[in-house]
């Protein structure tokens, strides 16, 4: 019997890693109640599975719960604030993007919030000097500043466009 539970605890894990406690809470109320069974544990009166909403942690929140080895810790804090600002990986799809090239494979991502907690089991991994890489670049910050390439290209058009027009007329 200590075998079937403890697996029963395992696919439930999977289940809550991959879509969140909230969505397999609500799964199961809904099963119960198409089954007409309640959730209550075995004291008269105590629900087990509230249909409270939990908030959102943001990321320094997740930070501050996590077990986070001391070490890298103030590498991972600098991390969540940027990723909080959206100045790390704004976007879902710089933040698939990402777990991608660095080789691991994106659960579905519906919000930031979600995608932190993966991205945080993934950077725990890192070295220090990797995180250190991480941290110190900006090529992780969503789309490049385009104005100065911008003004730069326009300023080189211009030079060719008025050079062309002076070649044309033999000066």
Same mark, same amino acid.
């Given at each position: 019997?200590?075998?079937?539970? @403890?697996?029963?605890?395992?696919?439930?894990? @999977?289940?809550?890693?991959?879509?969140?406690?909230?969505? $397999?809470?609500? =799964?199961? #109320?809904?099963?119960?109640?198409? &089954?007409? $069974? =309640?959730?209550?544990?075995? #004291? !008269? =009166?105590?629900? +087990?599975? =509230?249909?409270?909403? #939990? %908030?959102?942690?943001?990321?320094?929140? /997740? +930070?501050?719960?996590? /077990?986070?080895?001391?070490?890298?810790?103030?590498?991972? $804090?600098?991390?969540?604030? &940027?990723?909080?600002?959206?100045?790390?990986?704004?976007?879902?799809?710089?933040?698939?993007?990402?777990? @991608?090239?660095?080789?691991?494979?994106?659960?579905? +991502?519906?919000?930031?919030?979600?995608?932190?907690?993966?991205?945080? &089991?993934?950077?725990?991994?890192?070295?220090?000097?990797?995180?250190?890489?991480?941290?110190? %670049?900006?090529?992780?910050?969503? !789309?490049? #500043?385009?104005? !100065?390439?911008?003004?730069?290209?326009?300023?080189?058009?211009?030079?060719?466009?008025?050079? %062309?027009?002076?070649?044309? +007329?033999?000066?």
């Amino acid at each position: 019997m200590k075998m079937h539970k @403890t697996v029963i605890v395992k696919m439930l894990g @999977t289940m809550v890693d991959e879509w969140g406690l909230e969505e $397999v809470a609500d =799964g199961l #109320r809904k099963l119960a109640a198409e &089954r007409g $069974v =309640g959730l209550f544990d075995s #004291r !008269p =009166g105590v629900k +087990i599975l =509230g249909a409270r909403k #939990r %908030s959102k942690l943001n990321a320094m929140q /997740q +930070i501050d719960r996590a /077990q986070v080895p001391p070490e890298k810790r103030a590498i991972l $804090v600098v991390l969540a604030k &940027r990723f909080d600002q959206k100045s790390f990986l704004p976007s879902l799809a710089d933040i698939r993007e990402f777990l @991608t090239m660095s080789g691991q494979s994106p659960p579905a +991502i519906k919000d930031r919030s979600d995608a932190f907690r993966s991205l945080l &089991r993934f950077l725990q991994e890192l070295p220090i000097e990797r995180l250190n890489e991480i941290a110190s %670049s900006e090529s992780h910050s969503g !789309p490049s #500043r385009l104005g !100065p390439l911008s003004e730069a290209i326009a300023a080189a058009g211009g030079r060719i466009q008025r050079q %062309s027009i002076f070649e044309e +007329i033999g000066h």
